[in-house]
């Protein structure tokens, strides 16, 4: 099992270029979770998606959306980056609630 | 909302020590407290939770304690070892929510 990937590892964008970042688990979990990771300041949760089919918002929601494209894979879009989304994003998944999550290898993102 | 303050944000010790993070969350209603450990460069990962109905759990070197009553939680690790230095994360979530709210973390640093 590879468990939580995601791509890509690194990402570099301008401002306002848009993106999509990648989610996929192997573990048939039903829930599956995005956050941001800055220095100092935790994990914060973007969105997150209890069971296929369905998304809610999180602490941080605001210039992100994401897809629950089946129940293996979410993926989380940025329309129109700013340097204020310079993170480091975490996908994580559990079978079900945020009970024993398990997180992917991070995307490291920079937008100039 | 919950809120989550963990203490401290750094911790020095020696090999051998023994350590101790503390975290306090707001909910009363909250019923799961897991702790996560993230090594430089890698994704968080679960080593330990506890839930409420239980006041203490062990798992070799490490142990987590709940007082539910001051609402706090901590984590100790006994003879603490080099491998030990990471940055840990504590977590509280409420019964029935998806949305699960970490602290800010502490590095520990173990010098050989």
């Known amino acids: 099992n590879a468990g939580v990937t995601q791509n890509p590892k690194f990402q570099v964008l301008k401002t306002g270029q848009s993106m999509t970042l990648q989610c996929a688990q192997d573990?048939?979990?039903?829930?599956m979770y995005w956050y941001r990771q800055d220095p100092g300041m935790g994990l914060r949760l973007i969105y997150y998606?209890?069971?296929?089919?369905?998304?809610d918002k999180g602490e941080v929601p605001n210039g992100y959306n994401v897809s629950r494209l089946n129940k293996r894979e979410f993926s989380l879009r940025l329309e129109s980056a700013a340097p204020s989304q310079t993170s480091v994003y975490f996908c994580?998944?559990?079978?079900?609630?945020?009970?024993?999550?398990?997180f992917g290898p991070g995307t490291r993102l920079t937008v100039l | 909302g919950e809120n989550v303050e963990q203490h401290p944000s750094t911790l020095s010790v020696q090999e051998g020590d023994s350590a101790v993070i503390k975290c306090t969350y707001s909910?009363?209603?909250?019923?799961?407290f897991p702790w996560y450990k993230q090594e430089l460069g890698k994704r968080p990962q679960l080593i330990i939770d506890?839930?409420?109905?239980?006041g203490e759990k062990k798992d070799q070197r490490i142990a987590v304690t709940l007082n539910k009553t001051a609402k706090h939680f901590s984590l100790h690790i006994t003879e603490t070892q080099p491998e030990d230095s990471a940055v840990y994360f504590c977590?509280?979530?409420?019964?029935?929510?998806?949305?699960?709210?970490f602290g800010r973390g502490t590095s520990l640093i173990v010098h050989p």
């Open positions: 506890i839930r409420s109905n239980v």
């Open positions: 977590a509280a979530r409420t019964g029935g929510s998806y949305i699960p709210t």
């Open positions: 994580a998944s559990s079978e079900q609630g945020p009970d024993t999550q398990y």
């Open positions: 998606s209890a069971s296929e089919g369905t998304t």
């Open positions: 909910d009363s209603a909250s019923n799961y």
């Open positions: 573990m048939n979990h039903n829930s």
